[in-house]
């Protein structure tokens, strides 16, 4: 019964910025790790960035220096600010979250928001 909403998607211009949030609801314990991943057409769904319930993040080398990842824990909500975007960067983007619910764990999936950079 939990439910991940995610918005922020959109069509930018290579060089623009956009920034993708997702918020949990339902019944929740505690998240653990919240992550975002993409899959461009025809291509397999990668992780892009991971951010833990302690703060520690990791990015996908293409990513470094140009997307950040965060959390807002009392909201159960988590970001993914990107900047400089390059038309590789087009894809669905899916927010994930392992998630403790009422007496067991599993992890969730966003609906996916579309992302689409122009050169």
């Known amino acids: 019964q939990v439910q991940l909403v995610e918005s922020g998607g959109g069509l930018v211009q290579a060089g623009g910025s956009l920034r993708l949030s997702c918020a949990a609801s339902g019944s929740i314990r505690s998240i653990n790790t919240m992550g975002w991943y993409r899959q461009a057409p025809e291509k397999q769904r990668e992780s892009v960035a991971t951010i833990t319930s302690g703060g520690r993040t990791n990015y996908a080398d293409s990513v470094k220096g140009r997307f950040t990842i965060s959390r807002d824990n009392a909201k159960n909500t988590v970001f993914l600010q990107m900047n400089s975007l390059k038309p590789e960067d087009t894809g669905v983007y899916y927010c994930?979250?392992?998630?403790?619910?009422?007496?067991?764990?599993?992890?969730?999936w966003g609906q996916g928001t579309q992302v689409t950079v122009s050169s």
């Open positions: 994930n979250a392992d998630i403790y619910g009422l007496g067991y764990r599993k992890q969730y």
